[in-house]
């Protein structure tokens, strides 16, 4: 019961925000037609059970001219059943993709917000898979919802509809057993209460374990899909380790794992369907045996009445049982809401992370410096890496940074680029000012080579001219005139090449603080040099702050500082210039 509370109240938290929205009319005008369309249908029903009624007699009594007219009333009833079924479909529809454009786009906005993303990846929560978070279960989200909503009020207001017709017919009908007459007020509804409650019982004993079986194959699929994304990603790599066997294995026992548990749904299905399949095929006769020796012994009802008994009978039954039938989209569905939900925590914890004033944070400051009054940077599980004190790069001046591998150079720029969070202190950074971080690997976005370079800008905002020269410039003259084509760059330029093209983007955002991590170090010394004198010549106000392994860097820096050991940790210090610039 706690259970189902607590998933109801998770529901609330996930399904309510878009209700109260800006699209909040649109949702809630579409939910309430939907929900009003939903109610008439139950109504139609009512009219169509005393309809049948009316027309079995008439067939009974071989009454032509009430058979002609209540002819006439069924086309009415029909008609009506079919539009109200059309537009209750569409609507529904429209309404999960307006409801689902707005979730995704508030998961969106959420995720990108703030480096959230990758703030997430750090603390290893719970949503590993982000996009199946976005595109699935947002979509099974919304639309299991609405099903298991509408359905649930369509089996109250059915049932209380029916359960008034059932009570009325009971008094009508003796209940004969072995001769004598055991009627008492509304039999035939507690017999229909007592069958639906020995079903769904039984229902729920035999398909409880496929919660977990379902909850486990989405997530084996999950990994299977991801696994083979990472082959796709690495293929090059795998192709020249001659990797393919290995692969081939590693993606054969992920697979067998989906094959595993999909045989223990198959066994689990088989025995939950042959009761469901059994359990409707009883119920089509329930309330014909029940009420047959009113009908056949004591005469005291005619066939439509009987008719009318049955279809009510299985009206009652069938909303009463909305768990049997709904057993497995609801197993679905809180497994979703438990995915949704574990998204939802993470991103707020992410979001935490960033606004905890005992993390690490960046704060506007009025001076020209990036300054590290105190800082303290640490690792995700709270051990210390780098202590900074009293420091900062200073505007125009060219700064190298050294130290051995895994000191946290790289951890120490993330932590002044502001997206890493774990340790404490304050970074201060002018106002207003420009950074720019350039990795050994630039990311190039899959799309125009114009897009790649102006990257995160919009290509409508850099005149082409421009790029080209920019491109000529740091030795790309063969890319010059491919402005325009689309392509996987990463894939397709040389790790060389991608290093020209970071720089390349450099030179036209010119920003006021540039940090390169080793962003030269796949190019040739002579290469490396001349991109140094280029950056030189064509920013001459930007402060570079390198990281570099290379002693012929020295040579384009005005300041060397080092990360050395002191004691768990490492400590940024001033080292000693090797060469003057
Ligand atoms: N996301 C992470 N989770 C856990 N540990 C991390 C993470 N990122 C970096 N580290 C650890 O932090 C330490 C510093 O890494 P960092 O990449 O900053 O070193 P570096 O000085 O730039 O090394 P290199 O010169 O080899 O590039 C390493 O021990 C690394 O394993």
């Known amino acids: 019961m706690n259970n189902i509370r607590s998933t109801l109240a998770t529901v609330w938290r996930i399904a309510s925000p878009y209700f109260s929205s800006e699209d909040k009319w649109a949702g809630r005008g579409l939910l309430g037609a939907v929900i009003s369309i939903e109610l008439l249908l139950v109504g139609n029903d009512v009219l169509v059970n005393q309809w049948r009624n009316r027309w079995y007699t008439a067939l009974q009594n071989k009454d032509w001219d009430t058979f002609k007219f209540e002819t006439m009333v069924f086309c009415g009833l029909a008609t009506v059943s079919v539009v109200l079924g059309v537009y209750q479909l569409y609507l529904n529809q429209w309404l999960q993709i307006r409801w689902r454009n707005w979730m995704t786009n508030k998961y969106l906005g959420e995720w990108l917000h703030d480096a959230n993303h990758y703030r997430m990846q750090l603390a290893g929560d719970a949503a590993d898979n982000p996009d199946q978070r976005m595109s699935d279960d947002v979509k099974l989200f919304v639309s299991q919802t609405l099903a298991i909503g509408v359905g649930l009020l369509s089996a109250v207001v059915t049932l209380a509809s029916f359960v008034i017709i059932l009570w009325g017919l009971s008094a009508a009908l003796p209940l004969l057993l072995f001769g004598s007459d055991l009627t008492f007020p509304g039999y035939l509804v507690w017999a229909a209460l007592v069958y639906a409650v020995f079903g769904t019982m039984l229902t729920q004993w035999i398909g409880s374990p496929l919660v977990n079986l379902d909850f486990n194959q989405q997530r084996l699929e999950a990994d299977f899909r991801f696994n083979l994304v990472r082959v796709r990603e690495n293929s090059e790599q795998i192709a020249l380790l001659r990797g393919e066997s290995a692969e081939r294995g590693r993606l054969s026992e992920r697979f067998g794992r989906v094959v595993g548990n999909w045989y223990g749904i198959m066994s689990r299905t088989k025995r939950l369907t042959a009761f469901t399949q059994s359990y409707a095929q009883a119920s089509v006769i329930f309330p014909f045996v029940l009420a047959g020796p009113a009908y056949f012994v004591s005469k005291s009802i005619q066939l439509g009445v009987l008719i009318q008994i049955g279809e009510a009978f299985g009206k009652v039954q069938d909303a009463l049982s909305f768990f049997v039938t709904a057993y497995r989209t609801m197993a679905e569905w809180r497994a979703t809401v438990a995915r949704l939900d574990g998204f939802e925590n993470s991103i707020s914890s992410a979001e935490k992370l960033a606004a905890d004033p005992a993390s690490i944070h960046t704060r506007p400051a009025s001076g020209g410096d990036i300054a590290l009054p105190q800082l303290l940077v640490k690792l995700p599980n709270g051990a210390p890496l780098v202590s900074v004190s009293r420091f900062s790069f200073r505007p125009g001046e060219r700064t190298l940074v050294t130290g051995p591998s895994g000191a946290g150079k790289s951890t120490l720029f993330r932590a002044v680029a502001g997206i890493w969070p774990f340790g404490n202190g304050a970074i201060e950074v002018p106002r207003d000012a420009t950074l720019m971080m350039l990795p050994q ?20 905002g850099y005149d082409a001219g421009r790029v080209r020269e920019v491109l000529t410039a740091v030795g790309l003259p063969q890319l010059a005139t491919r402005l325009e084509e ?16 970071g720089i390349a983007r450099a ?12 962003a030269t170090a796949s190019l040739d010394e002579p290469s490396e040099a001349a991109l140094y004198q280029l950056i030189a010549a064509k920013l001459p106000d ?36 090797v060469a003057a610039s």
């Open 507 to 518: 030179l036209l955002h010119t920003p006021q603080f540039l940090f390169l991590d080793e």
């Open 542 to 577: 930007t402060t570079v702050v390198s990281i570099g392994h290379r002693s012929t860097l020295d040579a384009f820096h005005q300041r060397n500082i080092a990360l050395v050991r002191d004691g768990e940790r490492f400590a940024l210090r001033d080292a000693v210039k």
């Open 486 to 501: 689309e392509a996987h760059w990463n894939r397709m330029l040389s790790l060389g090449e991608q290093q020209r093209l």
């Open 441 to 460: 690997r630039p990311y190039l976005p899959i799309g125009s080579l114009h897009d790649a370079v102006v990257y995160p800008g919009e290509a409508a």
